[in-house]
């Protein structure tokens, strides 16, 4: 069974940097696409951005190009999202997602994402 786990949320004020983590475990790291979405209370998962399995394919929604950038060592299983120029609306709980076979590409649609991890949460005050 996939496992996801996320870490890296926290408080921060606005303009400041963090950075999360998402770990996998149960199947061969490499060669899936992994993402990043986030969901706000009472408001629908919005994707985040993505990264395909060896990197050279990424997407990144428009609200955080520019400001957000993806990575992962595939060595250590892990995936991360360095987040700088934090905005109060960038608050949100943030989980990572990855799919359940191999596929070329990234998708913005959290519905083609078979696991989940839990999520972490972000806070940006003002």
């Known amino acids: 069974q996939v496992q996801l786990v996320e870490s890296g949320g926290g408080l921060v004020q606005a303009g400041g940097s963090l950075r999360l983590s998402c770990t996998a475990s149960?199947?061969?790291?490499?060669?899936?696409?992994m993402a990043w979405f986030r969901q706000v209370p009472g408001k629908e998962r919005e994707f985040v951005g993505g990264?395909?399995?060896?990197?050279?394919?990424?997407d990144y929604a428009d609200s955080v190009k520019g400001r957000f950038t993806i990575s992962r060592d595939n060595a250590k299983n892990t995936v991360y999202l360095q987040m700088n120029s934090l905005k109060p609306e960038d608050t949100a709980v943030y989980l990572c997602?990855?799919?359940?076979?191999?596929?070329?590409?990234?998708?913005?649609?959290?519905?083609?994402?078979?696991?989940w991890g839990q999520g972490t949460q972000v806070t940006v005050s003002s």
């Open positions: 997602a990855t799919e359940g076979r191999p596929r070329p590409g990234v998708r913005r649609v959290g519905d083609e994402y078979d696991f």
């Open positions: 149960g199947r061969t790291f490499s060669t899936y696409l």
């Open positions: 990264m395909n399995w060896n990197g050279d394919s990424t």
